[in-house]
């Protein structure tokens, strides 16, 4: 079992950053794609990021695409999000999410039916 913990959401104008983390509670989180989802109200979940286990390869959605970047420490098996330029649009709660390695990167990464644990999410409010 893995635990995810989210942190570093919050409140934020237009045009500001804000870096998002997420905590797994086991030191095999190193072998799993950590991906970023975020869900706004009355929309579906959809797929922001995500960093393959095994490459570091990385992936986007198109409207985040230049403005925010996944990382992972490994060391401390922790999963980051930076987001800079934040818009109106962005404001969500953001969810992260351990996709095993059972499952091919480039296939799933962007499926949140197919990730195996999620964190609680974290909200992001951006004002305009």
């Known amino acids: 079992q893995v635990q995810l913990v989210e942190s570093g959401g919050g409140l934020v104008q237009a045009g500001d950053s804000l870096r998002l983390s997420c905590a797994a509670s086991?030191?095999?989180?190193?072998?799993?794609?950590g991906g970023w989802f975020r869900q706004a109200p009355g929309k579906e979940r959809e797929f922001v990021a995500a960093i393959s286990w095994a490459s570091g390869s990385t992936y986007y959605a198109d409207s985040v695409k230049g403005r925010f970047t996944i990382s992972r420490d490994n060391t401390k098996n922790t999963v980051f999000l930076q987001m800079n330029g934040l818009k109106a649009e962005d404001t969500a709660v953001y969810y992260c999410?351990?996709?095993?390695?059972?499952?091919?990167?480039?296939?799933?990464?962007?499926?949140?039916?197919?990730?195996?644990?999620w964190g609680q999410g974290t909200q992001v409010t951006v004002s305009s």
């Open positions: 999410a351990a996709l095993s390695n059972r499952y091919p990167v480039t296939t799933y990464y962007k499926q949140p039916a197919k990730y195996d644990y």
């Open positions: 086991v030191r095999t989180f190193s072998t799993y794609t």
